[in-house]
């Protein structure tokens, strides 16, 4: 009779979990991304074409000016010039999914402007107008940008298709920039 004698051995270290990367997304958090892009996007090109052509109830590039003017920024109308494009193209980059991180910054410039100017001043939740509304389209487009416009988008074709920190840094910084200059003219 053979007998087998067992010894223990000293375990392996246990492998890793098995971690998805980033870029395996399945295609429902792909549609979602697209939904978000799509909504949060067409919505911000629609209050930018408000300023700069009158679209959807709103008061064109002249009046829109005006408001401008009143709020310091001189002249008027080229500063509302500035915000309506960068909300027009930066909701249809965004909602397109082209150039992602440089329309999520156009997009955080102009928030970043807004709460410094209008809606600072009201606190986070005033019923007048608090930075609520401001800090949640910023944080969309910054996310958007980190996360990356998903496989439904024109920059999956493109190395920042994937998001990533850089892009998210990007869209940050370039923003800021940008808010930085307007205000301090």
């Known amino acids: 009779m ?7 051995r000293a ?3 246990a492998e890793p979990a098995a971690r998805h990367p980033v870029t395996a997304r399945s295609p429902a958090s792909d549609f979602g991304l697209l939904l978000i892009r799509l909504t949060f996007g067409l919505l911000m090109a629609g209050h930018g074409a408000q300023k700069l052509f009158g679209l959807f109830g709103g008061k064109g590039l002249t009046a829109t000016g005006q408001g401008f003017a009143a709020l310091g920024y001189r002249p008027g109308k080229v500063f509302a010039t ?7 193209l930066g909701g249809l980059g965004l909602a397109a999914g082209l ?8 997009l955080i410039g102009v928030m970043i402007n807004a709460m410094a100017t209008v809606t600072g001043a009201h606190g986070l939740w005033e019923t007048d107008g ?11 487009a910054l ?9 439904l988008a024109v920059d999956r074709l493109f190395p920042w298709g994937a998001g990533g920190w850089a ?3 990007f869209a940050l910084t370039l923003g800021g920039i940008a808010a930085a200059i307007t205000l301090s003219i």
Do not use: N
């Open 130 to 140: 608090g930075v609520e509304y401001s800090v949640c389209i910023a944080v969309v």
């Open 2 to 8: 053979v007998t087998k004698s067992y010894t223990r």
């Open 99 to 106: 150039l992602t991180p440089l329309a999520a910054a156009a």
């Open 143 to 151: 996310a958007v940008a980190a996360i990356g416009p998903g496989r």
């Open 167 to 169: 892009e998210g840094a």
């Open 11 to 13: 375990s392996a270290p």
């Open 82 to 88: 500035l915000c309506g494009l960068s909300e027009f």
